[in-house]
């Protein structure tokens, strides 16, 4: 079984340099361009179906990666973004001038810090841990198009790392990653490919 998994494409709220989670945003053009262009990457791949994030900026990504093939796509609010709270839709320029010391603390180590009024780490990593066990026990491959937060969050789960390694890890855009599992052991074949 291969897990396939893809970041959504460039969206609005990225190019105005915003922090968000939770927050509805369309994908930019370019963005639109990579999700075609990663659907082009996966072409050969087999994938039974796709699990995708509902906000926009995911569930786009699938349909235009997906566009011309037969998977059906379901929409899944365990992968959406970590909420922030108080800090959704604050440009960063604000929280670095306004609030600087527990936006660095966030940035340092991001599973110890709750945005004010947010939503912490762990239970971020609770719905996502139910996500991958639905996913797993279906065992199909599958594509799963969300957020750097969640993917994050699923790689560590997979492959057994400690959660600080989040901080470690960063999907870029426009590229897909798999991970392999195989007599319940995963491992990791591709990142940022």
Known sequence: MKLYMVRHGESICNVRRL???RTDCALTDK???QAREVGAKLKSEKIDRCIASPL???AET???ALWDRDIPIEL???LMEQDMGEWEN???EDLVRE???LLDEMFQDWTSVVPPGGESYETLRERVR???RGIIERDEDTLIVAHNGPLTTAMILLLDMPDTSVNKLWFEQGTWSCVEIERGRARLKYFNK
């Open 19 to 21: 922090l968000y989670g």
């Open 31 to 33: 963005g639109c361009a």
């Open 56 to 58: 926009i900026r995911a």
């Open 62 to 64: 699938a349909r235009l």
């Open 76 to 78: 899944n609010d365990g």
């Open 90 to 92: 604050v440009p960063f």
């Open 99 to 101: 609030q600087p010391k």
């Open 130 to 132: 139910g996500v991958l």
